[in-house]
Each structure stands twice: as structure tokens, then as C-alpha cells.
T-cell receptor, first 112, second 112 residues
Framework: SQTIHQWPATLVQPVGSPLSLECTVE??????LYWYRQAAGRGLQLLFY??????ISSEVPQNLSASRPQDRQFILSSKKLLLSDSGFYLC???????????FGQGTRLTVV | GNSVTQMEGPVTLSEEAFLTINCTYT??????LFWYVQYPGEGLQLLLK?????DKGSNKGFEATYRKETTSFHLEKGSVQVSDSAVYFC???????????FGAGTRLFVKA
């Protein structure tokens, strides 16, 4: 069966510090991968998605970047965090177009 | 473009009450429709889905019917429990698209 791992679960970082969140998927190959952000009490904002190694599509211009160094690994990064980067970050995968998404447990990021 | 609109919350019900959360969509072609549930502090889980018109998705006592004529996919449950308290997201995917389009989410509180 397929599983998705996302870590860390909770992170408190100072303004201006770097960020690296990692997500890995097991039990499938060539998944589509996604990073979402969810502000407190709000809906989901798609940040990045990837349909293959090294292929990254950005949905919103911002302080973050994403990379896919391996087929089942997706990394969200920032060189310098802003207060506005605080939120709940969710990684997800899907098998292909027009299919459901499977989500990780999320990372709660607080920038102080 | 493709979009999902769902009723604003929060929705507060007493245990054993009937639940309806409205969802309508705009899409070209024939999208697949989904309901996801998010329990506090967790990622999203697929609750049910329907891939073509008149299909009924069901799971854990929840059900929703894909109505093409009204472009709707309303979520219903006959008797809610306290454990159903969560945020519910209506969503769609479409042929040729790699992204899931989410509604804003509806928070449900069920009181004992």
C-alpha cells in the first residue's frame, strides 16, 4: 500500500532563518506531488506541484521554492522566512490527472 | 475556469441531527467530484467520490450525488455524531488537469 511521510510535524523558526520541509511517498512510482499551505481557519492554497523529477510548477509567487530531487521526494524550502510564512503545510500525491489526492499529516510552521 | 463553491460555516448541529453541506461547481467537460474531511491538526482524508453524472458516493454514513443538471455535489448524513466534527472540503479534478480544485471548506461542530 502507498504511504506518504511528511516531517517535521511542528516547527518554530525565527524570521530570516532558512526552511526545509521534506515529503516522501512509498509504494508507488512517478506520483504527482503537491505542496499546499493552509492559514489558520482558511482553505487550501496550492503552492507547487510536480509531475516528474526536476519538474516544478509554481502557483503563486512568494518567498518559497520547491524541488524534486528523486521520484518520490518533494522538498519545500525558503532562504529567509517571513512572519507571513506561518501556517499549516500539507504535502500530497496523486496517481495522475483526474484522480484523488492523498495527504500527509502536515507540518505546523510558526515563524517568530 | 474550474471552481468549487461550498457553503460557509461554521455549521453547528446537535448529535443525531441531519447534515447537509452544499457544494456547487463550475467546470468544463466532465469533472470528478470529491469530499475530503480534515480532523483537527491532521491532513485531509478522502471521504467519498463520484466520477460521473448521477453517481452516488458514500462512506461512513455520508453520501453525495453528482448532479450535472444543477452542477452540485451536496454532502449529507442522516444522523451526525460528535466524532464527525471536522472541516469538510468539496473538490474536483478534471481530465487533462493535474490539480485538485478545492472549495474553501466548511467547519462542522457537533454538540453532544
Amino acid at each position: 500500500s502507498q504511504t506518504i511521510h511528511q516531517w517535521p510535524a511542528t516547527l518554530v523558526q525565527p524570521v530570516g532563518s532558512p526552511l526545509s520541509l521534506e515529503c516522501t511517498v512509498e509504494g508507488t512510482s512517478n506520483p504527482n506531488l503537491y505542496w499546499y499551505r493552509q492559514a489558520a481557519g482558511r482553505g487550501l492554497q496550492l503552492l507547487f506541484y510536480s509531475v516528474g523529477i526536476g519538474q516544478i510548477s509554481s502557483e503563486v509567487p512568494q518567498n518559497l521554492s520547491a524541488s524534486r530531487p528523486q521520484d518520490r521526494q518533494f522538498i519545500l524550502s525558503s532562504k529567509k522566512l517571513l512572519l507571513s510564512d506561518s501556517g499549516f503545510y500539507l504535502c500530497a500525491w496523486s496517481r495522475g490527472e483526474d484522480t484523488e489526492a492523498f495527504f500527509g499529516q502536515g507540518t505546523r510552521l510558526t515563524v517568530v | 475556469g474550474n471552481s468549487v463553491t461550498q457553503m460557509e460555516g461554521p455549521v453547528t448541529l446537535s448529535e443525531e441531527a441531519f447534515l447537509t453541506i452544499n457544494c456547487t461547481y463550475t467546470a468544463t467537460g466532465y469533472p470528478s467530484l470529491f469530499w475530503y474531511v480534515q480532523y483537527p491538526g491532521e491532513g485531509l482524508q478522502l471521504l467519498l467520490k463520484a466520477t460521473k453524472a448521477d453517481d452516488k458516493g458514500s462512506n461512513k454514513g455520508f453520501e453525495a450525488t453528482y448532479r450535472k443538471e444543477t452542477t452540485s455535489f451536496h454532502l449529507e448524513k442522516g444522523s451526525v455524531q460528535v466524532s464527525d466534527s471536522a472541516v469538510y472540503f468539496c473538490a474536483l479534478t478534471y481530465t487533462g488537469g493535474f490539480k485538485t480544485i478545492f472549495g474553501a471548506g466548511t467547519r462542522l461542530f457537533v454538540k453532544a
